[in-house]
């Protein structure tokens, strides 16, 4: 049994080294669409297995067919790169394959995750609080927002939200998961309330003030803002500390969801952008984004010590057997069996230290106000506006933003989409690898141009 | 970048590598407390990074100090054994790092979840209806009952729960994730009526019966039934069959939690067990268990065609851009991000097919049963009952089984933990790794006997 297994891994590696030279040789694959996909790769689940030599030319297929994250042709999403470090660890877990619920049969791992949670808190300004890893940024936000609703609402874990209205206050330009989770709390999505932004996308105090007054006054019964540290289209902050006042005149839970941006903790230098966030209740913070640690790891941390246990444990005889609910971590999730997302994120720390991850974040946040800068200084270019973190929206001017990024892929040049901004359609470039050089932009922004001048001009392309 | 990221690759493979040479040295690691560990290995995120060498030390460290679930003295789970197709599949996934929110980024990987989706669902007997990928047993039967809730509670998702209680039918040995996710959603763990079960630990279709009129007396919404196909501790499977009937007649959804038993339906010999699964309106299956796919990988499998997304999908233009609402599963997902926990099990259903499986769930089945007439035919052991799917609960009279389990660990002979049956704390042995043989159940049991008789006489052991 361990040669097969060995022989696995073995296959494993240099299939993923095949994989990283091919990324090198071709960093956007060429478009395919899915009929044409199903019809050439041997997708479906056979009757009979094959051997190992067959599994592994099938799966070789498989990879040679998928969209490169990796590459410094990768603009598309609020991820991208690969880290050494994060994938050294992560290629180690299935061999290991522990679940994170207890001590007994998870061990180390279980303090690889305390000792990264007592680690990140200090960054959010909760030294001693609580947290978890959770299987992504929107679970992060569910989970901050089953405590909040919990602590607003009295007695909803055991008996039922019974009637009581909860409201949750999120900005416009907020991620969905918030909306998606209030109507998986059983809160009703339309007790979201959009509150309206600034010209620069950051959720308006005042606006906030007066929603929950409105709320307050007919009845219901405020449970959460969520302020966005880091807003999927613009990158855009929302002023944490006067948002904060809001909440602590309120009585209000703050959550900030730092999914995209949380990572900027970590940066001397751009910190303040998440001015307050000490004053916050819960916080989520992705590594998977601006930390390059694989998909997913995600944290969702809280500022009152051992609070998760209480809206979280069960009593499970068969399975938290020894060794306490502290070392327990299954007393305080939202899953029971579940896979190890720390060791990755443990292990890219280890490689680059708290200063390394400060100099990655300033790489970043360097390269988006330079692209900023090219955009602005190009006659052909229109910037949206001057970036807050590491978006860059802009236009070409008479043309479609969609088509132009539509035939980017198309020719192979870069994956990247489009984003609203104000009214507009604009091309959304996300800096999250800090592998990208200026170069690298120079060449996405010429190629930009290029196609634009291919395509048909349109009356109001947004 | 490519050579750091190559390097990478091989470090880890080289440790996997060792890792299960060790395993085969050690089949069980020298129990370790937590304070010793904490001492011994570096676990706190440094201020300074190191470099790859020192990185590759210290994660050795901890991978050498990881309890072996691996091996074929690992009973204390539903989960164990590694499997080397799925093994190969995850291990390269990190490279990848797509996310499987979309066909854009993830683009043969949403198909390969399709045909893995199509190709189980008539398994159940769901043919054409609709699944997901989630994170694990607990949150898959969450999401199942999710949308029972919202399909008997109409509004709910937009409106919140407005004083109607919806309540839940479980038995009184179910998984514990049933009584949380109703936490979760709102409908208030007391909520959640633990049905009584037979002496065989099934549910029983009379008193449930009863119990759902009782309710609907008192003005309060059957919402869902939860049948458990292999429970727990015991294995037990309710009488799925009877409790569609009673779910027919009531008109209330019927959610099957096959988390531990349900890939007992990939047995044409076992698959009986099962009778009436096609009559329910979900099925919760987990792939990390019985089919030996590392953690984690678990599947919800609805019925009704393309439900998912009326109860999940939200407008999100700067995600969900192109290819349509089918080719995105995060339309119809709990997550935004979402790794890759489909190539696994694709490629372990490569390498094994149907027939594979279908051999690998009766050499389990078998396993228990040969565990079981072994223990029956003892004179010093005592057999709980007869098994009725992989677990073989038993005890030595006078003994406490939780001192023998502590005992087996401490000593380095195997990890095996106990479960409480019809009032008495018995160790439960579970067989989920084919590669296990007679021999190892025999070692097993001489070592339990060993060990207990080294142990100090109890009145009451349990």
Known sequence: MTESLKDAVRRAAALAIEHLESVERQPVRPKRDADSLRAALLLAPPARGCDVDELADRLASVMAATPVTISRRFFNQLFGGADPGAILGEMVVPVLNNSLYTFKVAGPHVLVEE??????????????????FTPGGSLSNFVAMLVARNEALPGTRERGLDGRVGVIYSSAEAHYSVRKAAGMLGMGRQNVRGVPVDARGGMRPDALAEAIRADRAEGRVPV?????????????????????DVAAAEGVWLHVDGAWGGS????????????????????????????????????????????LRAHLSEVATYLFQADGDRLNPGTRSLQCGRRNDALKLWCGWQLHGD???????????????????????????????????????????????????????????????TGEVCGRNTIRLVCVNPDQTTEDIDALLAAVKAVAASLPAEDDAA
Not at 115 to 132: C, S, T, V, W
């Open 355 to 417: 200063a390394g991850y400060a100099r990655r974040i300033d790489a970043l946040l360097d390269l988006a106000r330079y692209a900023a800068e090219a955009v602005d200084a190009d006659p052909e270019l229109v910037l949206a506006e001057a970036p807050q973190t590491a978006n860059v929206c802009f236009e070409v001017p008479g043309r479609s933003s969609a088509a132009i990024c539509e035939r980017l892929y198309d020719e192979g040049l870069a994956m990247v989409g």
């Open 115 to 132: 000792a990264l949670i007592r680690h990140m808190l200090p960054f959010a300004g909760f030294e001693g609080g609580d947290g978890a």
């Open 224 to 244: 959460m803002i969520n302020a966005t540290a880091g807003t999927t289209v613009r990158g855009a902050v929302d002023p944490i500390d006067a948002i904060a």
């Open 264 to 307: 900027i903790v970590l940066s001397e230098r751009h910190r303040g952008l998440l001015r307050g966030l000490h004053r916050a209740d819960s916080f989520t913070w992705d590594a998977h984004k601006m930390m390059g640690v694989p998909l997913t790891c995600s944290v969702a941390l809280f500022r009152k010590p051992d609070i």
